[in-house]
C-alpha cells in the first residue's frame, strides 16, 4: 500500500485542504470542522485511533500539522491552578489528537512538517517541541527578526540575551515564510471587466491600519478626484470579486496579521494590490512596482502613493496581468499544499 | 518649571540641563546620580511638596521588578530579590514608582528599548503615564502587549483587556535620533569625494536581514560595484568619514529596526539603504526623497543599490533633502522638543533648551 501524508489539521489548515489534488489521510483537531468543509475524494478522513494503528502500520510519509491550541500543561497558570484545569482536560478529545499524534510520529520515526497560516506571530510555549522536532516549520506572519518568534512566549523568553543563549535558536533555520495564499476555488468568481473604479476598498475594521485607509479614502472620495468604490456594506464574494476586476487598484492594509486575503483577490482579479510595508518575511512577495505597491502607514503615505500610481493606468493594467500571473503561479493554496508537502507538480 | 528624569541614561535633561534632575537606575552608574534609597525618600518628599511639574522616564532595558511572578521559579524569585535589596538600582526604579503613585505630577516614558514589547510592570507605568514614546512601535499597537501574560496570547484577547484598552491612545512613536554635539564638525562632502558606492560596518550576528543582505553586497562587489566593508572595528571619526565617502549606506535593521545609522548616514551627508520598516515611526524618512528601502527577501537589496546608482544628481538631492529632515526632526534635541510640547510644556521649557 502506498504511503500518502497524514495532515493534522486546525481551522486554517481544513480551509487549504479543500483544494488538495494529492491522496492524504486527515485528522481534525477539532472534529466539529469537518463537516462544514467540502472536502475532495482524495481527502481519508481518520479519527485518532486511525490515524495512530496507521502510524504504527507505516502508512503515512509524513505528518503535516498546525501549531496546537493550547497546552496540555499551562506552565504559565499558578500550580494548584494547573490541577484544577487538568480536571476538563484529561479525556479532552481535540487535545489528545494533537499530542498523542506528534509523538506517536515521532516515536515511529515519521518526518513532521508543521504550518501555521494563523494570525500570530509567535511560537506558542507549548508548540517549542514542534519546532525541535520537525523538518520545517512553515510560517505566515514570520517576523523579521527570528528573536520575535519567540519573545515573550515563555518566562525564559522575556528578554533579548536570553533568547539568543536558548538551543532553540539553533532551530531557527527551519522556520520558512508561507502565504496565506487563496482557494483554488475562487477563480470561479473571477471575470474579465473593464475598469471602471480607480480605486476599490472594502473589509473589517479589523486593526488601525484599516481604520486608516477607510478614512483617508472617504476624504479622497469627498475631494472627486478619483472614481472610489468604498461601499459600505459586506459584499458577496461575487460582488467582492467583480468590483476587485473593475477596479485598477485596490487597497489592501493590514489587519490583524499583515497578509491577507484580500492581496491575493486582488491580484487573481488582475488589479494592482495596494498595501502597507511588510512587517514579516514572505514568500514568493508581490515586488514593489511590478506586481503591487507599498505606502508608509505614518501621515498621508497611502495618499501619496495613490496619487502617484494612478497617474499611469495603462502601467497599472500591465502590473495587473503581471500580479494575476503571480498568484496563479505561487500563491494558490493547490500549489502552497505541495510546496509544503514537497511534492513537484 | 523643573523636571526629574529617570532612567538609564540622560535623554531630556541632556537638552534642558537647567531645569532638569537626572537619576540613574543602572547598576555601576556614575554615583553622583545613583538613584539611593536616600534619593528617592528625598524625592518623594519634593514631589508631595509639588516642587516637579514633570516626570520623565527613559527606559533603555527591559524593566520587570524582581517581585514579577514571571521568575521562573521561588528560588530564583528569592535570589533576585535579595541580589536586589544588595544592588538597590534593581529595584529602585520599582520603589520609585510606588513614591510616584503618591502624587499627581504628569509622567512621560521615553521608551527606546529594542524590544516591541511591554512587560507587566511596564504595563503598570503606561496606565500611570500621559505619554509612552515607543520607539521599537509596532503598526498595529496591540501587538506590544503580546504574551505579555497568558491572558495576552493574541489581539482579540488584549482589545478585551480593560487596562490596556484605556491607555493604547497614549502611546506614540518615537525615534532613536542622532547626537547633534557629535555630528557638529562634519564636513560637507561634495560628490566627487564620494569613492565608495556603498559603505557597510556592523556586527551581522545579531540579525539575519544583515547576514543574508552581506552576501548580497558581496556579490555586487564581485560584479564590480564599489563596496567597502571594512575588516575591522572602525573608530567614530573613521566611520563619519566613510559614510560621507559613500554614495549609499546600507543600513539594516539590528536588534530593533530603528537604528542609528540611518540618521548618521543623512547627517554625513550619504543615503541610508534600509529594509522596509517593521515600526511606526515618528516623522519617516520617504523611499526616494530622504532614503531608500528594500524588500529583505533575497534580491531585493541587489535590486534597490542597482537601481539607485544609476542616478547619482538624484543621489546628492535625495541626500541633501534627507539630511534636513533629520535635521529637523530626529535630533535628539528635536525629540526633547517634541516630548516637551506633547506634555504642553515646550513654551516654559523653551528658554531653557540647549542643542546639546
Known amino acids: 500500500m502506498p504511503q500518502k501524508p497524514l495532515l493534522l489539521a486546525d481551522e486554517w489548515l ?6 488538495i489534488d494529492l491522496p492524504v489521510a486527515l485528522v481534525s483537531m477539532q472534529e466539529h470542522l469537518v463537516p462544514r468543509h467540502t472536502l475532495p475524494p482524495v481527502v481519508e478522513v481518520l479519527d485518532r485511533k486511525q490515524a495512530l494503528a496507521g502510524l504504527q502500520e507505516g502508512r503515512f510519509s509524513r505528518l503535516l500539522m498546525s501549531p496546537r491550541r493550547g497546552p496540555f500543561w499551562d506552565k504559565q497558570r499558578p500550580f494548584v491552578s494547573r490541577v484544577w484545569e487538568m480536571r476538563k482536560k484529561i479525556g479532552d478529545e481535540s487535545l489528545l489528537r494533537q499530542y498523542a499524534i506528534p509523538k506517536a510520529a515521532l516515536a515511529c520515526g515519521v518526518p513532521m512538517t508543521v504550518v501555521d497560516f494563523s494570525d500570530t506571530f509567535h511560537i506558542a510555549e507549548w508548540d517549542h517541541p514542534l519546532l525541535q522536532a520537525a523538518e520545517t516549520y512553515w510560517f505566515r506572519e514570520m517576523p523579521i527578526h527570528p528573536y520575535h518568534l519567540l519573545l515573550n512566549t515563555s518566562r525564559r523568553f522575556r528578554r533579548y540575551s536570553n533568547i539568543s543563549k536558548n538551543p532553540l535558536m539553533r532551530e531557527m533555520h527551519k522556520v520558512q515564510p508561507i502565504s496565506l495564499g487563496l482557494s483554488d476555488a475562487r477563480q470561479k468568481f473571477v471575470k474579465a471587466a473593464a475598469k471602471r473604479h480607480d480605486i476599490f476598498f472594502s473589509g473589517a475594521d479589523t486593526g488601525p491600519a484599516r481604520v486608516q485607509a477607510r478614512q483617508i479614502l472617504q476624504r479622497l472620495k469627498a475631494g472627486g478626484e478619483f472614481q472610489i468604490y468604498l461601499p459600505e456594506t459586506t459584499l458577496s464574494q461575487e460582488d467582492f470579486y467583480q468590483a476587485c476586476a473593475e477596479s485598477h487598484v485596490v487597497v489592501s492594509p493590514s489587519g490583524w496579521g499583515w497578509d491577507c486575503y484580500r492581496h491575493y483577490e486582488a491580484g487573481l482579479c488582475a488589479s494592482v494590490p495596494v498595501m502597507n510595508y511588510p512587517t514579516i518575511r514572505r514568500y514568493r512577495p508581490f515586488i514593489d512596482g511590478e506586481h503591487g505597491f507599498y505606502y508608509d502607514l505614518e501621515g498621508d503615505g497611502l495618499e501619496r502613493c495613490l496619487r502617484k500610481i494612478l497617474s499611469d493606468k495603462t502601467r497599472l493594467v500591465e502590473m495587473g496581468q503581471r500580479a494575476r500571473a503571480h498568484v496563479l503561479e505561487y500563491h494558490l493554496f493547490s500549489k502552497l499544499l505541495r510546496l509544503v508537502l514537497k511534492e513537484t507538480a | 518649571m523643573r523636571i526629574l528624569e529617570i532612567g538609564g541614561g540622560p535623554f531630556v535633561s541632556s537638552y534642558a540641563p537647567a531645569i532638569s534632575d537626572f537619576y540613574c537606575t543602572f547598576h555601576g552608574c556614575d554615583p553622583a546620580v545613583a538613584l539611593t534609597r536616600r534619593r528617592i525618600l528625598a524625592l518623594r518628599k519634593r514631589l508631595r511638596a509639588g516642587e516637579y511639574d ?26 533576585t530579590v535579595a541580589a536586589s535589596l544588595l544592588k538597590f538600582q534593581k529595584i529602585a526604579w520599582h520603589y520609585f514608582h510606588w513614591v510616584l503613585r503618591d502624587c499627581a505630577t504628569p509622567l512621560i516614558v521615553i521608551d527606546t528599548q529594542d524590544a516591541p514589547r511591554l512587560t507587566v510592570s511596564e504595563s503598570y507605568w503606561l496606565d500611570r503615564s500621559q505619554f509612552w514614546f515607543m520607539r521599537e512601535l509596532p503598526p498595529n499597537h496591540m501587538n506590544l502587549f503580546l504574551g505579555m501574560t497568558r491572558r495576552c496570547g493574541d489581539v482579540v484577547n488584549i482589545q478585551r483587556n480593560p487596562l490596556l484598552r484605556r491607555n493604547f491612545a497614549k502611546i506614540e512613536p518615537f525615534s532613536l535620533g542622532y547626537f547633534a554635539e557629535e555630528m557638529r564638525d562634519l564636513k560637507r562632502v561634495e560628490p566627487a569625494g564620494k569613492i565608495h558606492d556603498v559603505f557597510y560596518a556592523g556586527k551581522s550576528h545579531t540579525s539575519s536581514v544583515r547576514e543574508r543582505g552581506l ?34 549606506v546600507w543600513s539594516p535593521e539590528g536588534q530593533g529596526w530603528d537604528c542609528y545609522r540611518h540618521y548618521e548616514a543623512l547627517m554625513s551627508y550619504s543615503v541610508p539603504v534600509m529594509n522596509y520598516p517593521t515600526i511606526e515611526k515618528l516623522a519617516p524618512l520617504l523611499d526616494g526623497e530622504h532614503c531608500f528601502y528594500y524588500r529583505p527577501e533575497a534580491g531585493g537589496l541587489t535590486e534597490v543599490v542597482q537601481r539607485a546608482l544609476k542616478d547619482k544628481s538624484a543621489l546628492a538631492r ?11 526632526h530626529h535630533a535628539r534635541s528635536q525629540l526633547t522638543r517634541h516630548v516637551l510640547a506633547k506634555a504642553g510644556m515646550l513654551a516654559q521649557a523653551e528658554p531653557h533648551l540647549t542643542e546639546g
Open chain 1, 14 to 19: 481544513l480551509g487549504v485542504v479543500q483544494d
Open chain 2, 54 to 79: 514633570l516626570v520623565v522616564y527613559h527606559i533603555t532595558a527591559k524593566a520587570t521588578a524582581p517581585w514579577h511572578r514571571g521568575y521562573v521559579s521561588l528560588g530564583a524569585l528569592g535570589g
Open chain 2, 215 to 248: 552576501e548580497e553586497l558581496r556579490a555586487l562587489k564581485a560584479a564590480g560595484v564599489r563596496v567597502y566593508i571594512p575588516e575591522t572595528r572602525l573608530s567614530r571619526a573613521d566611520f563619519y568619514q566613510a559614510c560621507g565617502q559613500s554614495w549609499l
Open chain 2, 318 to 328: 535625495i541626500a541633501e533633502q534627507g539630511r534636513a529632515h533629520a535635521l529637523q
